[in-house]
Nanobody
Framework: EVQLQASGGGLVQVGGSLRLSCVAS????????LGWFRQAPGRGREGVAC????????????YYADSVKGRFTISRDNVKRTVFLQIDSLKPEDTAVYYC?????????WGRGTQVTVSS
């Protein structure tokens, strides 16, 4: 069974930082791209960052939404079966529930999500 568990959210002030983690199980982690999404109150879910299976540095096969470029960093540890999202210079508009996702055998699997709240 594919499972994803996100953690690391919290309440932070504007300009602060958080590091989100998502631990995965139930599939060969190293063989799949993973993504982070977020959903703010009253809005649809949007893609934030995605990392391929072959990314070896900060610039290799990684996608960021324009709204987070330069502030968010996605990375992965295939041994720990974990994908990370480092969030710096937080803004109030970053307030949302953050989810990790994997597409496995043509089906999307989502983690439960972790709440990030940025106070001004």
């Amino acid at each position: 069974e594919v499972q994803l568990q996100a953690s690391g959210g919290g309440l932070v002030q504007v300009g602060g930082s958080l590091r989100l983690s998502c631990v995965a199980s139930g599939f060969t982690f190293a063989d799949y791209a993973l993504g982070w999404f977020r959903q703010a109150p009253g809005r649809g879910r949007e893609g934030v960052a995605c990392i391929s299976t072959q990314a070896k540095n900060a610039y290799d096969n990684i996608y960021y939404a324009d709204s987070v470029k330069g502030r968010f960093t996605i990375s992965r540890d295939n041994v720990k079966r974990t994908v990370f999202l480092q969030i710096d210079s937080l803004k109030p508009e970053d307030t949302a529930v953050y989810y990790c996702k994997v597409m496995y055998r043509d089906r999307n699997y989502w983690g439960r999500g972790t709440q990030v709240t940025v106070s001004s």
